[in-house]
């Protein structure tokens, strides 16, 4: 720190290294309150007077990685932050057949879902999103026939691994399962349908 100089010796400012304020980096020092100019580093051995100065800083910027899992951003992404604002992370995140249930700070995905960036926080920052596959709801219509549900087998990952067959009375040959009463497309076990 210097807190006085001689004339015909001057004195050297602090340096950023000789100073920290958490969340800024140090710009310089400055002759005025209004921090306009240049900035002063030193003063001369033969300047006179007394001396103030202001230090200015700036505010850091951090880095945001988010990491999606397979899914999209639609909207709000965030790549960065500034100290003393902060910033949100996006809740408009989307992946087909998938629920969002929350961005997290370790990719075990454990603990509680992070939702926004303090403006006292500082440090580059990764989050993880963390997806919960959707149930779907299958029934079988058996169309005037009638169905054992529980016919219908799943595998590990929860795909239909087969379809009941019903019957019916009478003279009816069973023909397949549709997505509509009046015919639509008829499911098979490796087709993908959409709810």
């Given at each position: 720190n210097v807190t006085g100089y001689t004339y015909g010796v001057g004195a050297t400012l602090p340096t950023a290294d000789d100073m920290t304020y958490t969340g800024y980096t140090f710009k310089g020092w400055y002759d005025n309150e209004g921090l306009t100019g240049f900035p002063v580093t030193a003063i001369s051995d033969t300047e006179t007077g007394n001396k103030e100065y202001w230090a200015k800083w700036e505010a850091n910027v951090y880095t945001v990685t988010l990491n999606t899992n397979g899914g999209t951003i639609n909207s709000g992404n965030v790549t960065e932050y500034t100290y003393g604002?902060?910033?949100?992370?996006?809740?408009?995140?989307?992946?087909?057949g998938y629920t969002f249930k929350g961005w997290y700070d370790n990719e075990s995905l454990t603990g509680n879902p992070v939702t926004a960036i303090g403006g006292a926080e500082t440090g580059n920052k990764e989050y993880w999103a963390k997806w919960e596959a959707n149930t779907y709801t299958v029934t079988f219509d058996p169309n005037g026939?009638?169905?054992?549900?529980?016919?219908?087998?799943?595998?590990?990952?929860?795909?239909?691994?087969?379809?009941?067959?019903?019957?019916h009375g009478g003279n009816y040959r069973f023909d397949g399962w549709y997505t509509a009463q009046t015919g639509g497309i008829k499911v098979t076990l490796n087709q993908v349908y959409t709810a």
């Open positions: 604002v902060g910033a949100t992370l996006p809740t408009d995140v989307t992946r087909t026939g009638s169905v054992n549900p529980v016919a219908a087998t799943t595998d590990s990952s929860g795909k239909l691994s087969s379809l009941p067959t019903p019957t």
